[in-house]
C-alpha cells in the first residue's frame, strides 16, 4: 500500500530533550515536506525537500532541523524542544511534475501529536 | 496580509445544497491550486487540483480559478452530511512553485 508513515504518533516530552520524528514514505517521490498545523492558523510549512541532500526552509524553520540521507526518509529533528513547539506535525511527500504548472499532489502522513511540558 | 485567505466558518448547509467556499492568495506566481479535505482528527487528503483559469469539474465537485482576481473557489453540489470536515486551500509559491501555502481552512457542516 502506497502511504507515508510518520512515527511516533503520539509524544509527550520535556523541555529541552532532544527528539526526532521519523517520516518514511514507499512511493519514490522526490518531493517530502513537514508541516505543523495549530488552531487558527492552519498547516504551516517547517522545511521541504526536493530530492536526496536538497532541502529548503518553508515558513516556521526556527526550532527545527531536517536531513534527506535517503529518498525514502525525511526525518524532522527538534534539538531542544520548547512548549511553543506543542503541535500536530504532518509529513508529506509528492512526485515533482515534470512542467512548473503541473500540481505536486500531497500525501500526507497520519500525523503526530507532539506535546512539550 | 496573509498568502492564503480563507473564511473560517463554519459554513453550515442543508444537505442537497450546493456548498461554496472561496480563497484567495497573494502570489501572483502562484501556478497550482488544490483543495484539501480534512476530517477531525484525519490528515488532510486531495479533492482536486488546478491551474488554468475556469472551471474544473470532478463528480460533485468544481474548482474555479480566477488568477486575474487571485481566487479559487470550490463547490460541493448536492451537500451530504459526510462532506461535513475542514476544507483546505493550498497554492504553490516561491521559486520553482514547490512551497506550499495552506489557508487556514473553512469549516462546513451539512445538515441533515
Known amino acids: 500500500e502506497a502511504q507515508v508513515t510518520q512515527n511516533p504518533r503520539y509524544l509527550i516530552t520535556v523541555t529541552g530533550k532532544k527528539l526526532t520524528v521519523t517520516c518514511s514514505q514507499n512511493?519514490?517521490?522526490?518531493?517530502m515536506s513537514w508541516y505543523r498545523q495549530d488552531p487558527g492558523l492552519g498547516l504551516r510549512q517547517i522545511y521541504y525537500?526536493?530530492?536526496?541532500?536538497?532541502?529548503d526552509k518553508g515558513d516556521v524553520p526556527e526550532g527545527y532541523k531536517v536531513s534527506r540521507k535517503e529518498k525514502r526518509n525525511f526525518p524532522l529533528i527538534l534539538e531542544s524542544p520548547s512548549p511553543n513547539q506543542t503541535s500536530l506535525y504532518f509529513c508529506?511527500?509528492?512526485?515533482?511534475?515534470?512542467?512548473?504548472?503541473?500540481?505536486?499532489?500531497?500525501?500526507f502522513g497520519a500525523g503526530s501529536r507532539l506535546t512539550v511540558l | 496580509q496573509k498568502e492564503v485567505e480563507q473564511n473560517s466558518g463554519p459554513l453550515s448547509v442543508p444537505e442537497g445544497a450546493i456548498a461554496s467556499l472561496n480563497c484567495t492568495y497573494s502570489?501572483?506566481?502562484?501556478?497550482?491550486f488544490f483543495w484539501y479535505r480534512q476530517y477531525s482528527g484525519k490528515s488532510p487528503e486531495l479533492i482536486m487540483f488546478?491551474?488554468?483559469?475556469g472551471d474544473k469539474e470532478d463528480g460533485r465537485f468544481t474548482a474555479q480559478l480566477n488568477k486575474a482576481s487571485q481566487y479559487v473557489s470550490l463547490l460541493i453540489r448536492d451537500s451530504q452530511p459526510s462532506d461535513s470536515a475542514t476544507y483546505l486551500c493550498a497554492v504553490n509559491a516561491g521559486t520553482g512553485g514547490f512551497k506550499t501555502i495552506f489557508g487556514a481552512g473553512t469549516r462546513l457542516f451539512v445538515k441533515a
Open positions: 502570489d501572483r506566481g502562484s501556478q497550482s
Open positions: 525537500s526536493m530530492n536526496v541532500e536538497v532541502t
Open positions: 488546478i491551474y488554468s483559469n
Open positions: 508529506a511527500s509528492s512526485l515533482i511534475p515534470p512542467i512548473l504548472a503541473g500540481a505536486n499532489v500531497l500525501t
Open positions: 512511493m519514490n517521490h522526490e518531493y
